[in-house]
């Protein structure tokens, strides 16, 4: 069975921080995906990424930025120079690739809280 | 493209009312959703895969006859909490994969608040 385990339940930050939510999976399948949503006070989830299995290069896009690492299991995403904004839930899911459904399995999720 | 609405966006019953709730691809065929269930500081936890024109699959501890699950378009799965008691009160989220894209996507509804009295 898949397992997504995201550590930091809760984060808060000063506006201009920088901060780093962990996640770390667990699957015994090679080919899957990694994502990143946002979930703002409103609710809607707001896809920010997508990693295949395959490709480890980390990825920069604009103050966002991802850390895979397959040899530790870890997908790890860091938001630089922190905005009130950024304030919501964050949660990293895991999706395989092959098996039937297509089903997502979500991490518990990690609340930041960027203060002014 | 790619979106996917939610009605109603929130919903008030009391206890013992039935809830139908609606999922709708805008712009795409949808062979299959998924509905989730997330209570309040929770993760979100999938309750069912529907899937067009046949039952939807349940996921274990999910209650069949009480989450009806209806996905007769390719646009369009409703869920339908029966006999609604307090403890349903959750915010309920639908997904809807396009199967035609190259890379298989869900894409996620703004979700559903309901409130059982």
């Known amino acids: 069975a898949q397992k997504v385990t995201q550590a930091q339940t809760e984060i808060s930050v000063v506006e201009k921080e920088d901060v780093t939510l962990d996640c770390v999976y667990e699957t015994r399948d090679t080919t899957y995906y990694l994502f990143w949503y946002k979930q703002p006070p409103s609710g809607e989830l707001v896809f920010l990424i997508r990693r295949n299995s395959f490709d480890e290069q980390n990825e920069i896009s604009g103050r966002y930025s991802w850390n895979f690492q397959k040899s530790t299991s870890s997908f790890n995403f860091t938001i630089t120079a922190s905005q009130v904004v950024d304030s919501a839930v964050y949660f990293c899911a895991l999706q395989l690739i092959k098996a039937a459904g297509n089903k997502l399995t979500f991490g518990g999720g990690t609340r930041v809280l960027v203060k002014p | 493209g790619a979106v996917v609405s939610q009605h109603p966006s929130w919903v008030i019953c009391k206890s013992g009312t039935s809830v139908k709730i609606e999922c709708r691809s805008l712009d795409f065929q949808a062979t299959t959703m998924f509905w989730y269930r997330q209570f309040p500081k929770q993760s979100l936890m999938l309750m069912a895969t529907s899937n067009e024109g046949s039952k939807a699959t349940y996921e274990q501890g999910v209650e069949k006859d009480k989450f009806l699950i209806n996905h007769a378009s390719l646009t369009l799965s409703t869920l339908t909490v029966t006999s609604a008691h307090p403890e349903d009160s959750s915010f309920y989220i639908c997904?809807?994969?396009?199967?035609?894209?190259?890379?298989?996507?869900?894409?996620f509804g703004p979700g559903t608040r309901l409130t059982v009295l």
């Open positions: 997904s809807a994969r396009d199967a035609e894209r190259e890379i298989d996507e869900q894409f």
